[in-house]
């Protein structure tokens, strides 16, 4: 049997990832897992350099979820757009362009004409909609076969009985963040300026993702001399909910694949911590954080032996 | 409290990472250990002062700890010096990972390599004692 080729990146989603593996034990497809920068950028020379006759899907995510960078969606778009014309000529099949736009939609243009998207995923939970729902644009003429097999909902795609309630609710919420975008991306994008300039004076911390092309509400570091999970259990008991990468909270016992691939040592990784912003958020809270922050760190590098 | 935590871990391993017991260092030890490294994730380090009593023998006067790690890392790292403290050297030696875990109020599986550290660190710390003296 052919395979298909399928390019995506090393700091996807394991939702993208774990997939790709499947398909890859499957038989059914060989996978490029592109490298990044040290920003977690990924780069659009790799994509075209890595394309080949039997390609036929590129599925990169707007914004990392663990250090917020944005991904070059629209040049990726234009630059398929160029490729498929030349691969139409040639009878070689078209590469689709799928995005995980999880983190994007209520921040960043989501415009798939614009940016030339054929498949853009979403999620109800980030946009203040009801958890449990999410949404796959898919352009009209796409080929897609279905996901389960059954009574023919969703354009035969998949069946199963719709959650209406879930469904009306994903759908007002994109609409009241499309209404506010401007306004919140503003806000968020000023405290995030705030929370980045503090906690950068502090001795031994690094900001993780790109400095300036990052989604609003995503703040990442690394912390040296801190583990990421007692960071996180002290922040929690003050009132502060953050996440890490750090192996010592996952399964695995293996650090953030996101970080291991922008080339962050494990020893780093360790003490990796992402505070996340929303439409809540005040300074107050920001100034909070920071002196907490602060204190915690403090506490945890004095409880660290010395080597 | 996070909830997802508080599931993750007994309120005894929260209470002794929040609230740490002989945490510090030992001016002038009879011994000390560091185990783990830093790309693990966990460094641990033990200081024994060793005192003699005519009953006991040689006995543990005082042990303290630095850990930097995880929440069970910590927590295990201040168990076993509560365990130990006060003991005769032949029985601080033979702590158990289990013990430590059982002492705890149980570890998540995943979590039991910590307590490998830490029983490990306080027998070096002893080792380290027994080969100056």
Redesign the interface.
């Known amino acids: 049997m052919k395979k298909f080729h399928i390019i995506t990146s090393q700091v996807e989603h394991k939702a993208m990832l774990e997939t790709c593996k499947h398909l890859e034990k499957l038989g059914w497809a060989n996978v490029t897992y592109l490298p990044v920068d040290k920003f977690g950028m990924v780069s659009v020379t790799d994509i075209e350099n890595a394309t080949t006759e039997h390609t036929v899907l590129v599925s990169i995510m707007y914004v990392n979820n663990e250090v917020g960078t944005i991904q070059p969606i629209k040049e990726i778009g234009n630059l398929l757009i160029k490729l498929n014309k030349r691969r139409t000529v040639n009878h070689e099949p078209r590469i689709l362009f799928h995005t995980d736009a999880t983190q994007a939609i209520q921040y960043l243009d989501c415009n798939v004409d614009r940016l030339g998207i054929d498949f853009l995923s979403l999620t109800g939970h980030k946009i203040y909609a009801p958890k449990g729902v999410g949404a796959l644009f898919v352009r009209s003429g796409t080929p897609l076969i279905r996901q389960m097999d059954g009574g023919g909902q969703e354009l035969k795609l998949r069946s199963g009985t719709e959650n209406v309630p879930y469904i009306v609710g994903l759908g007002k919420a994109v609409e009241v963040s499309a209404k506010c975008k401007v306004q919140r991306v503003k806000s968020i994008r000023s405290l995030q300026k705030l929370l980045i300039s503090r906690i950068l004076q502090f001795p031994g911390v690094k900001l993780t993702g790109h400095p300036i092309k990052r989604a609003p509400h995503i703040v990442s570091f690394v912390v040296n001399?801190?583990?990421?999970?007692?960071l996180?259990?002290?922040l929690?008991?003050a009132g502060i909910?953050v996440s890490t990468g750090?192996?010592?909270?996952s399964?695995s016992?293996e650090p953030s694949h996101v970080l291991t691939a922008m080339g962050v040592s494990?020893?780093l990784s360790?003490g990796s911590v992402r505070f996340s912003l929303g439409k809540h958020t005040t300074e107050k809270e920001i100034n909070d954080a920071v002196r907490i922050f602060e204190e915690i760190v403090q506490k945890?590098r004095l409880?660290?032996?010395q080597? | 409290?996070?909830k997802l935590?508080n599931s993750l871990?007994s309120k005894k391993v929260?209470d002794h990472?929040?609230k740490?017991r002989n945490?510090g260092v030992i001016k002038d030890p009879s011994g000390q250990a560091?185990v783990g490294n830093?790309?693990?994730?966990?460094?641990?380090?033990f200081y024994i002062k060793v005192g003699k009593d005519i009953k006991k023998g040689e006995y543990l006067k005082d042990v303290k700890f630095?850990?930097?790690?995880?929440?069970?890392?910590?927590a295990t790292s201040s168990m076993i010096t509560v365990l130990v403290k006060g003991k005769p050297l032949k029985e601080a030696e033979k702590v158990t990972k289990k013990a430590i875990a059982e002492a705890l109020g149980g570890l998540p599986a995943?979590k039991m390599h910590c307590s490998v550290l830490a029983d490990e660190g306080l027998k070096k710390a002893i080792e380290n004692y027994r080969k100056k003296s």
């Open positions: 001399n801190v583990e990421g999970e007692a996180v259990l002290m929690s008991a909910m750090s192996a010592c909270t399964n016992l494990a020893e360790h945890l409880m660290a032996p080597i | 409290m996070d935590f871990y929260m990472f929040l740490p945490m560091i830093p790309r693990c994730g966990d460094v641990m380090k630095q850990t930097l790690g995880c929440g069970a890392a910590i995943i």
